[in-house]
């Protein structure tokens, strides 16, 4: 985990306890554990799809690239 995550979620932590207020803290908790759980997940998969784009270009570049060195040759 990256510092600038690191940092940010301490501060949703102060802000949730102050916001929470006097409702029970481990339903908090849970409910904060449970939102960045899901948020993690979406960017997961949001990665994966960059990469899986990523790799196609790669991939269609570089055929691109024999092409042309196959007519030039």
């Not at 929470?20 to 949001?46: F, N």
């Amino acid at each position: 985990m990256g510092v600038y995550r690191t940092v940010s979620r301490k501060v949703e932590d102060v802000f949730v306890k102050i916001l929470a207020g006097k409702q029970d803290s481990q339903l908090v908790k849970e409910k904060v554990a449970r939102y960045r759980a899901e948020y993690d997940e979406k960017l997961k998969v949001k990665k994966a799809g960059k990469d899986r784009e990523n790799a196609e270009q790669k991939l269609l570049f570089q055929q691109r690239k024999e092409e042309q060195e196959r007519g030039i040759n």
